[in-house]
T-cell receptor, first 113, second 113 residues
Framework: SQQGEEDPQALSIQEGENATMNCSYK?????LQWYRQNSGRGLVHLIL?????REKHSGRLRVTLDTSKKSSSLLITASRAADTASYFC?????????????FGPGTRLSVLP | ETGVTQSPTHLIKTRGQQVTLRCSSQ?????VSWYQQALGQGPQFIFQ???????GRGNFPPRFSGLQFPNYSSELNVNALELDDSALYLC????????????FGPGTRLTVT
């Protein structure tokens, strides 16, 4: 089955710097979504990008998708201490809507004040 | 905060017992998915319900079962609990199967002793 894998596993930056996280997956997808999770709580949806889209923006977030390389990246600009969290990418099987929604192991981001 | 609620917040059970976890979906959502998240890992898809029918299932044994009710709330039942079932259980609701973001509840922390 397909799987999203985030890279790096952990990232530590200073407040104000940009943070980039990458996600790779194995098979064709319908869409790819990025989520944030604070300290063992519920996940918060950040951005959904469809397989026919290449880039999306939301506030300080920028997501790119390269289906030829089966990869996506999440860029957080001008990071803040409140951005400290785990970030996950999740992929939806192109052939079975909603039947196999797969999360990667996540990137743990620490933003130091 | 999403409109998805889960109960209970925390639960301690003994190996071999049975447990029922509950989820109320966000208003207008007809799809509920359940995930198991072990400490330090990404959520693992258990199954999904769409309009009261199971729509897909991850790699979990039959002792993990579920229900979705006419109001689209849902239950996750786990029989014959094992120590490895200790995890955060997350439910997520969405408006449908394809191209919809999932709204997560805060989770139920299950500890099996």
């Amino acid at each position: 089955s397909q799987q999203g894998e985030e890279d790096p596993q952990a990232l530590s930056i200073q407040e104000g710097e940009n943070a980039t996280m990458n996600c790779s997956y194995k098979t064709s997808i319908n869409n790819l979504q990025w989520y944030r999770q604070n300290s063992g709580r519920g996940l918060v949806h950040l951005i959904l990008i469809r397989s026919n889209e290449r880039e999306k923006h939301s506030g300080r977030l920028r997501v790119t998708l390269d289906t030829s390389k089966k990869s996506s990246s999440l860029l957080i600009t001008a990071s803040r201490a409140a951005d400290t969290a785990s970030y996950f990418c999740a992929t939806d099987d192109n052939n079975n809507y909603g039947q196999n929604f797969v999360f990667g192991p996540g990137t743990r981001l620490s933003v130091l004040p | 905060e999403t409109g998805v609620t889960q109960s209970p917040t925390h639960l301690i059970k003994t190996r071999g017992q049975q447990v029922t976890l509950r989820c109320s979906s966000q208003s207008g959502h007809n799809t509920v998915s359940w995930y198991q998240q072990a400490l330090g890992q990404g959520p693992q898809f258990i199954f999904q319900y769409y309009r009261e029918e199971e729509n897909g299932r991850g790699n979990f044994p039959p002792r993990f079962s579920g229900l979705q009710f006419p109001n689209y709330s849902s239950e996750l039942n786990v029989n014959a609990l094992e120590l490895d079932d200790s995890a955060l259980y997350l439910c997520a609701s969405s408006m449908g199967l394809a191209d919809y973001e999932q709204y997560f509840g805060p989770g139920t922390r299950l500890t099996v002793t």
